[in-house]
């Protein structure tokens, strides 16, 4: 066997291996040989290959109890916007980015438990602001609330704020009528990679 062939036989060899043993993509090896002008053995190789994408980096997550009670009480009729609450983040690590953030209001208490009041305050909207002062307005959601977007590569670590936005709707007027929402247990859970 001439050197030229030898040395094409080493290539589609290595070459075959190298194929079969790729983790990115799965492929058949389709080998044709020929002659070319000169009278050399050419090896020709198509591969049908089907890429599959990088794992992407893996995610964390870290829950933090809200400073205080987040809650609103208002005359019949009035709107308007809590206390601000804050969640530290401040242990997370420098370079850890948001992927989303999720906030988990607890139970509510209707009118502290006072069954003489009959008034009805109803949120609608949660205003969240970040570390770096970036805010987004997420609607109320008892049930919990997730945020994806407005978030996203920012700076996880900090001190996060929120505050909800709301309305009694009792129509009638009278002391009777004042309402109040609260949320003790209100929890932030921040997903975030490393970069």
């Not at 809650?71 to 809590?82: E, H, N, R, V």
Request: proline share 4%; charged share 15%.
């Amino acid at each position: 066997m001439s050197m030229k062939k030898r040395l094409g036989a080493m290539l589609l060899a290595v070459s075959m291996s190298a194929a079969m043993s790729m983790t990115a993509f799965a492929a058949e090896p389709n080998v044709k040989v020929s002659t070319n002008a000169a009278g050399e053995t050419v090896y020709r190789q198509t591969v049908d290959a089907q890429l599959s994408a990088a794992p992407n980096a893996s995610s964390s997550s870290r829950t933090v109890s809200a400073s205080k009670s987040l809650g609103l009480a208002l005359a019949p009729g009035k709107s308007g916007f809590s206390d601000q609450v804050s969640f530290r983040f401040t242990s997370l690590p420098l370079n850890a980015k948001v992927k989303s953030i999720e906030i988990d209001p607890g139970r509510g208490i209707i009118n502290n438990n006072n069954r003489n009041l009959l008034g009805t305050v109803v949120f609608s909207n949660l205003n969240v602001s970040s570390p770096s002062g970036k805010s987004a307005t997420i609607a109320w959601k008892p049930s919990g609330m997730t945020e994806r977007a407005s978030f996203l590569d920012q700076e996880a670590r900090g001190t996060w704020t929120a505050q909800v936005f709301g309305t009694n709707i009792a129509s009638s007027t009278g002391d009777r009528w004042f309402g109040s929402l609260s949320y003790k247990s209100v929890e932030m859970t921040i997903s975030y990679v490393l970069e």
